[in-house]
């Protein structure tokens, strides 16, 4: 493999704090898509609904802070931080009581300890940290329950149609309630990202978003509601397509096959999704042209690599711009239909 793609480029550098003032950007666009998003819903929120859009950007700063330690670029970071804290699975837990929206937000601040361990610690120090998010999950809802908050109906789960829905999350399937899934274009980064995971043999990682998934398809226990598991492996997801944004811009020729992949992968999507729109809901059409669309753009991109043209900040444009308008009217759709 490329130099993308080696251990030693995608190992993990402690780069949290080297400029704060990047941090403080993310949180600033953070809060302007956040009172973009929930703006037309002001009048109908108390002064405890106002939680919400702080924990949409709490979620976003703490998937950007947890990715810079093995994303450098700040663009990968800052779609990791709108992944998690804008996704689908985080817009619709922050729908119900606004402390349902708060330990979600809370999870990837939760995982800090594990991710930023200092080095000489023992490895089992790092196993017990990387078991806080799960303990602090329970302990909310055992807490909620004794104090009569129920702060999410119990019995949402992820079901098997769920994975359909991962693939088209702005379709409501079968009136289904687990908005769990990703914006369409971060498919392709998503890949990438997977495949520098493994190739870095982090397989500890793929364990714990494992657990997440398993407890989400799981019925409750202690009185919690099994969706709020899946914020672990949806935080994980983030945090990957993270790493493959950076993957995919700075992909050598060596490379260009996970690039190649990627892209075929969008377009097999974009037909698989106009094919369900001619048979079942139309909804589904919104799909097919976004994921043609970042089929395109990593199409393109594919295309640069086998000329050899390096030109990475247009790669970074074209990519980011694409994947920004999917999140961007992704997101609003999302909130539209909640509230």
Same mark, same amino acid.
């Given at each position: 493999?490329?130099?993308?793609?080696?251990?030693?480029?995608? %190992?993990?550098?402690?780069?949290?704090?080297?400029?704060?003032?990047?941090?403080?950007?993310?949180?600033?666009?953070?809060?302007?898509?956040?009172?973009?998003?929930?703006?037309?819903?002001?009048?109908?929120?108390?002064?405890?609904?106002?939680?919400?859009?702080?924990?949409?950007?709490?979620?976003?700063?703490?998937?950007?802070?947890?990715?810079?330690?093995?994303?450098? %670029?700040?663009?990968?970071?800052?779609?990791?931080?709108?992944?998690?804290?804008?996704?689908?699975?985080?817009?619709?837990?922050?729908?119900?009581?606004?402390?349902?929206?708060?330990?979600?937000?809370?999870?990837?601040?939760?995982?800090? +300890?594990?991710?930023?361990? +200092?080095?000489?610690?023992?490895?089992?120090?790092?196993?017990?940290?990387?078991?806080? +998010?799960?303990?602090?999950?329970?302990?909310?809802?055992? =807490?909620?329950?004794?104090?009569?908050?129920?702060?999410?109906?119990?019995?949402?789960?992820?079901?098997?149609?769920?994975?359909?829905?991962?693939?088209?999350?702005?379709?409501?399937?079968?009136?289904? %309630?687990?908005?769990?899934?990703?914006?369409?274009?971060?498919?392709? +980064?998503?890949?990438?990202?997977?495949?520098?995971?493994?190739?870095?043999?982090?397989?500890?990682?793929?364990?714990?978003?494992?657990?997440?998934? =398993?407890?989400?398809?799981?019925?409750?226990?202690?009185?919690?509601?099994?969706?709020?598991?899946?914020?672990?492996?949806?935080?994980?997801?983030?945090?990957?397509?993270?790493?493959?944004?950076?993957?995919? =811009?700075?992909?050598?020729?060596?490379?260009?096959?996970?690039?190649?992949?990627?892209?075929?992968?969008?377009?097999?999507? %974009?037909?698989?999704?106009?094919?369900?729109?001619?048979?079942?809901?139309?909804?589904?059409?919104?799909?097919?042209?976004?994921?043609?669309?970042?089929?395109?753009?990593?199409?393109?991109?594919?295309?640069?690599?086998?000329?050899?043209?390096?030109?990475?900040?247009?790669?970074?444009?074209?990519?980011?711009?694409?994947?920004?308008?999917?999140?961007?009217?992704?997101?609003?759709?999302? =909130?539209?239909?909640?509230?």
């Amino acid at each position: 493999m490329g130099k993308v793609f080696s251990r030693k480029n995608i %190992s993990g550098v402690n780069v949290m704090g080297e400029d704060f003032r990047k941090f403080a950007s993310a949180g600033i666009i953070y809060a302007a898509i956040a009172i973009y998003l929930y703006q037309p819903y002001f009048n109908r929120f108390g002064l405890l609904q106002f939680i919400r859009l702080a924990n949409v950007c709490v979620a976003g700063l703490g998937a950007y802070a947890i990715s810079r330690r093995w994303v450098f %670029s700040f663009w990968g970071s800052l779609f990791a931080g709108l992944l998690y804290g804008f996704g689908p699975l985080m817009l619709r837990i922050n729908s119900f009581h606004p402390t349902a929206g708060l330990i979600a937000a809370m999870v990837p601040w939760l995982f800090c +300890p594990a991710v930023f361990r +200092p080095k000489r610690k023992p490895k089992w120090v790092n196993r017990v940290l990387c078991a806080l +998010p799960f303990l602090v999950i329970a302990a909310f809802f055992l =807490v909620t329950t004794y104090l009569h908050l129920f702060a999410m109906p119990k019995q949402i789960k992820l079901h098997a149609i769920d994975l359909l829905r991962f693939f088209a999350p702005m379709v409501r399937i079968n009136g289904g %309630s687990a908005y769990f899934g990703i914006y369409h274009i971060a498919i392709a +980064p998503l890949v990438v990202g997977f495949a520098m995971l493994l190739a870095a043999k982090r397989y500890g990682i793929l364990l714990i978003l494992l657990a997440g998934l =398993v407890l989400g398809f799981s019925n409750s226990f202690l009185e919690i509601t099994p969706i709020m598991w899946v914020t672990i492996p949806a935080l994980g997801f983030a945090v990957i397509i993270g790493e493959g944004i950076q993957g995919l =811009v700075e992909a050598g020729f060596s490379d260009r096959k996970w690039v190649l992949v990627s892209a075929i992968v969008l377009a097999g999507l %974009s037909v698989a999704m106009t094919i369900l729109s001619a048979k079942y809901s139309t909804a589904f059409s919104q799909g097919a042209k976004m994921y043609m669309l970042g089929a395109v753009v990593v199409g393109t991109i594919y295309f640069m690599l086998r000329s050899k043209m390096r030109m990475n900040r247009v790669k970074m444009l074209i990519l980011c711009l694409a994947m920004g308008v999917d999140v961007f009217f992704g997101a609003r759709f999302i =909130v539209d239909m909640l509230f």
